[in-house]
């Protein structure tokens, strides 16, 4: 079974400085889709970025990021420029390519932001 | 704009009751699912239902059950409920095809058992 490990519970940042969030994953497959969910308090989840496991280059939206080592089975996210409405629960998630509906989580990291 | 929606934002039931929580969907997607969100743990798939009245076991289905009767909704039933499934439930929804589909989420019910 494919699991996914997100290793720090808790990270903290100063506004406008960069974060990079961790997450490795374990799997067998070499189709599959990676992604950063952000959930902040009391609000709906929201994608922040995805990666195709075939793509080489590493994605990019705005000021995220991700640092993926194919690999190490690696996917870090890295957050610019870090504003006080990143604060949020930050969940990496992994799922097979093709129609398969499943979708691996890992435990989360909670992202604070100084001001 | 996409929307998922989720019956109750907080839910407080005793234990033993039947525990209706309801997900509805507005964006015409195939697939459906039931998540149990807890600290720690992250999240962890209750059912889905990839069409109406299929479904499948997820991770942990063991004292809950589903039914999807329209497309746009799926509903999660706690036959008995128990205080160990004081939880966030977390509904969301995705096409059933197309290789960069993402799981649309709902705002969440976080349900206390007593």
């Known amino acids: 079974a494919q699991t996914v490990t997100q290793s720090q519970p808790e990270m903290s940042v100063q506004e406008a400085e960069t974060v990079t969030l961790s997450c490795t994953y374990d799997?067998?497959?070499?189709?599959?889709?990676l992604f950063w969910y952000k959930q902040p308090p009391s609000r709906q989840m929201i994608l922040v970025i995805r990666?195709?496991?075939?793509?080489?280059q590493n994605a990019t939206e705005n000021r995220f990021s991700v640092n993926f080592q194919k690999a190490a089975k690696s996917f870090s996210l890295k957050i610019s420029d870090s504003q006080l409405g990143d604060a949020a629960m930050y969940f990496c998630a992994y799922r097979r390519g093709g129609n398969n509906n499943d979708m691996r989580f890992g435990a989360g990291t909670r992202l604070t932001v100084k001001p | 704009d996409v929307k998922v929606t989720q019956s109750s934002r907080y839910l407080v039931k005793r234990t033993g009751e039947k525990v209706f929580l309801e997900c509805v969907q507005d964006?015409?997607?195939?697939?459906m699912f039931w998540y149990r969100q807890d600290p720690g743990l992250g999240l962890r798939l209750i059912y889905f239902s990839y069409d109406v009245k299929m479904k499948e076991k997820g991770d942990i289905p063991e004292g809950y059950s589903v039914s999807r009767e329209k497309k746009e909704r799926f509903s999660l039933i706690l036959e008995s409920a128990s205080t160990n499934q004081t939880s966030m439930y977390l509904c969301?929804?995705?096409?059933?095809?197309?290789?960069?589909?993402?799981?649309?989420f709902g705002p969440g019910t976080r349900l206390t058992v007593l």
């Open positions: 969301a929804s995705s096409h059933m095809t197309g290789y960069r589909n993402e799981q649309f």
């Open positions: 990666q195709e496991a075939y793509k080489q």
């Open positions: 799997t067998s497959e070499s189709d599959y889709y």
């Open positions: 964006m015409d997607h195939e697939n």
